[in-house]
């Protein structure tokens, strides 16, 4: 890749991206390359820009940015920290419902790195539980990691849409998108990513989405004017739940306004997460 990096797996493809694991052949390590296969000139431009977005930021819970380059001089790839361990996704999958202390624990590392991105005016804007890698750090504790900034925001940047359906493959992407998202594009904000969030939790606490629709026609409907089995089903505390819920609100204007608030709420309804 590039004459600088020998590729050793491909990790997957998802929305125009496909993500590998390499070895940078001078210095020796192992980062991850997340390639964009599409040609077209807008995506090439959001591409960019949500690198020098991740360029700018510098969190324990947010993936780190080493290279940006070219591939055959016309794909441009990132390259990035090589992180261990699986998605929340897999660990859903593989693991099912996860106990509510360990979910608030997520739950408060993923809001201070929102909190952190929101703070310098950037919007994730494609947050989802594949896109959040749980490993150990460098003294065993478990933690999470914030990837994906392929599809970020700058507010300070004229509004423009980033939304176009999705095919069968990326349901579950799909899932965590907000309604205005779905209905108003090119105005999106910092909610869209409270709300993603939470569906992140949602799925975590109750082992399935929060709407169990099998194609995007009907999720979509159901993102728009559905709302998801109560969580109390599976056994999480009312006053969490409630939270949740709130985060998962149509309206943005009925949400809670900024991660910090969000995560100062869970402390109040599960302080001994």
Not at 135 to 146: F, N, P
């Amino acid at each position: 890749m590039d004459g600088r990096y020998r590729i050793t797996r491909r990790n997957g493809y998802a929305g125009g991206v496909a993500t590998y694991t390499a070895t940078h052949l001078v210095v020796g390590r192992n980062v991850q390359l997340e390639l964009l296969t599409r040609n077209e000139d807008k995506a090439k431009r959001r591409f960019r820009r949500g690198g020098r977005l991740l360029g700018l930021m510098n969190h324990p819970n947010i993936v780190g940015l080493y290279d940006m380059g070219l591939y055959q001089n016309e794909f441009p790839y990132m390259s990035l920290e090589y992180l261990e361990g699986h998605t929340l996704q897999e660990r859903s999958e593989q693991g099912g419902p996860m106990a509510v202390h360990e979910v608030v624990r997520i739950a408060h590392e993923l809001l201070a790195a929102l909190h952190y991105v929101h703070e310098r005016r950037i919007v994730h804007r494609a947050l989802s539980t594949s896109k959040i890698r749980i490993g150990a750090d460098w003294s065993g504790r478990e933690t999470i990691t914030v990837t994906g900034f392929t599809m970020s925001r700058d507010l300070g940047s004229p509004p423009s849409s980033s939304f176009s359906s999705p095919d069968q493959t990326a349901l579950a992407e799909f899932a965590h998108v907000a309604p205005e998202q779905i209905l108003a594009p090119e105005s999106v904000d910092q909610r869209v990513d409270i709300y993603a969030a939470a569906v992140a939790l949602y799925q975590l606490l109750a082992g399935q989405l929060p709407f169990p629709q099998t194609t995007i026609s009907e999720l979509g409907e159901a993102i728009v004017h559905q709302t998801p089995e109560p969580l109390s089903h599976h056994g999480v505390p009312e006053s969490l739940e409630a939270v949740i819920f709130q985060c998962l609100e149509k309206n943005p204007e009925s949400r809670y306004q900024d991660a910090h608030s969000v995560r100062v709420a869970i402390h109040q309804a599960h302080p001994h997460g």
